[in-house]
């Protein structure tokens, strides 16, 4: 299987925070992540300058899988390029959607809303509660998992009715948020899962990752298509009796 990391690169990743986090750098632990795995991985990384220009049609085709980590940029990425990432999704390719970027253009315009939410940087406790144990995201993960310092999100979170509702996160301040979830779109599936601030070292907890793994094999694509089907106006089939 094939899987495109796109992560965004800022400056709070050079933090003396950040690199304690992520000295191989968050990008670079995704790639390896994904790949120790045993998929194929392909790293994109964009900032304010780079505009993820490598994400071009023809390897999004050639992507079972796009993971996508944003936070400060996502208005650097054109336009066309969250056009063709939806049209792939809706092709028949996976999206997994990570933290920060449930405000990213590709998810945003999947989802249709805003993607609004409540937030806040205070290093508390995250607890990640299943509330579908029968989900195969959730495999494992039973009854939750503990991350002990994230960054604090909160509702109400602006997106579609879930399709699928996997997990709901409790953070130590008091505040709850839908923080696994399942789209279906198309002929693809979405993902967003909520943990992962590029100064707390999330990506290497174990159950995290199982999780993205999980994930990575569930929306893998079942059936992909290259066109959409002709709108036309066909010979009723009962003529042909």
């Not at 959607?97 to 806040?120: A, D, E, Q, Y």
């Not at 990640?128 to 993960?141: E, T």
């Not at 999100?153 to 923080?179: A, C, K, N, Q, T």
Request: include cysteine.
């Amino acid at each position: 299987m094939k899987v495109t990391v796109v992560c965004e690169y800022n400056e709070s990743m050079s933090s003396p925070e950040g690199v304690a986090a992520y000295p191989e750098g968050l990008g670079v632990c995704l790639k390896e992540m994904f790949g120790s795995f045993g998929y194929e991985t392909t790293l994109i990384t964009y900032d304010d300058k780079r505009h993820a220009e490598e994400l071009t049609e023809e390897v999004l085709k050639n992507t079972d899988v796009l993971v996508w980590w944003g936070h400060w940029y996502h208005k650097h990425i054109p336009d066309a390029v969250a056009e063709m990432v939806a049209d792939q999704v809706n092709k028949g390719m996976g999206f997994i959607v990570l933290h920060s970027g449930h405000h990213s253009k590709p998810f945003r315009r999947l989802m249709g809303t805003s993607c609004n939410l409540i937030w806040r940087e205070n290093e508390e406790n995250e607890r990640i509660w299943v509330v579908n144990p029968a989900h195969p995201i959730a495999k494992g993960m039973f009854p939750y998992v503990d991350i002990e310092h994230e960054e604090t999100y909160g509702e109400s979170f602006e997106i579609p009715e879930p399709d699928e509702l996997v997990f709901i996160s409790w953070f130590r301040g008091g505040e709850v948020i839908r923080s696994g979830c399942v789209w279906n779109r198309g002929r693809g599936k979405v993902f967003y899962l909520r943990c992962g601030h590029e100064t707390d070292p999330t990506y290497h907890n174990e159950k995290v990752r199982e999780i993205l793994h999980n994930a990575a094999d569930y929306v893998k694509p079942v059936m992909r298509i290259d066109a959409y089907a002709p709108d036309h106006r066909p010979e009723a089939p009962e003529g042909k009796f």
